[in-house]
T-cell receptor
Framework: DAKTTQPNSMESNEEEPVHLPCNHS???????IHWYRQLPSQGPEYVIH???SNVNNRMASLAIAEDRKSSTLILHRATLRDAAVYYC???????????????FGKGTKLSVIP | NAGVTQTPKFRVLKTGQSMTLLCAQD?????MYWYRQDPGMGLRLIHY???????AKGEVPDGYNVSRLKKQNFLLGLESAAPSQTSVYFC?????????????FGPGTRLTVL
């Protein structure tokens, strides 16, 4: 499986935008880029996913580099509730049984300063 | 909707004891998963199921068994608990649509094996 590289931790001030980077230089053409986050003492929750084009939803935006070797999760206005570990995950949904799992790395721990 | 629920929330076992963790979902999802999360680490897939009556091994299946007798329930069993199985266990369920699934996670079960 292609691997992802994320910073261990980041800080942001409340109500400011946050850009969480993810490098995936060995991404394959059929790998989707998924982001999940895990709030303290909770299970992970889905944030957003994309393949080639930038994506927006109510939680965040996903900016994907033209060569797809990196991507950035954008939280437009960080709130205290956004303090969590953010996981960038590649998922090849065409590879059969092995595609069912989400392969979590260590993620980026985001701290939000009031 | 309750979403994904897990029973129990906490459990302490002695080495060699057995137990069953119950996961229930009310979203009519076909797919269900069991993950474990060790301190400071990402989640790793133990077993998964693509439908009622089916199960398959994930990344770390040794020492665990699973059953999916009803679509809404996915049971994880430990026949002879070991200290290495001390972890937080998360259940998830999902549906697939358009080559993508969004996994919904339960709140977790914190298991300590002495």
């Amino acid at each position: 499986d292609a691997k992802t590289t994320q910073p261990n931790s980041m800080e942001s001030n409340e109500e400011e935008p946050v850009h969480l980077p993810c490098n995936h230089s060995t991404i394959s053409g059929t790998d989707y880029i998924h982001w999940y986050r895990q709030l303290p003492s909770q299970g992970p929750e889905y944030v957003i996913h994309g393949l080639t084009s930038n994506v927006n939803n109510r939680m965040a935006s996903l900016a994907i580099a033209e060569d797809r070797k990196s991507s950035t999760l954008i939280l437009h206005r960080a709130t205290l509730r956004d303090a969590a570990v953010y996981y960038c995950i590649l998922r090849d949904t065409y590879s059969g049984a092995g595609s069912y799992q989400l392969t979590f790395g260590k993620g980026t721990k985001l701290s939000v300063i009031p | 909707n309750a979403g994904v629920t897990q029973t129990p929330k906490f459990r302490v076992l002695k080495t060699g004891q057995s137990m069953t963790l119950l996961c229930a979902q009310d979203m009519n999802h076909e797919y269900m998963y069991w993950y474990r999360q060790d301190p400071g680490m990402g989640l790793r897939l133990i077993h998964y199921s693509v439908g009622e009556g089916t199960t398959a091994k994930g990344e770390v299946p040794d020492g665990y068994n699973v059953s999916r007798l009803k679509k809404q329930n996915f049971l994880l069993g430990l026949e002879s608990a070991a200290p290495s199985q001390t972890s937080v266990y998360f259940c998830a369920s999902s549906y697939w649509r358009g080559g993508h699934d969004e996994q919904f996670f339960g709140p977790g079960t914190r298991l300590t094996v002495l």
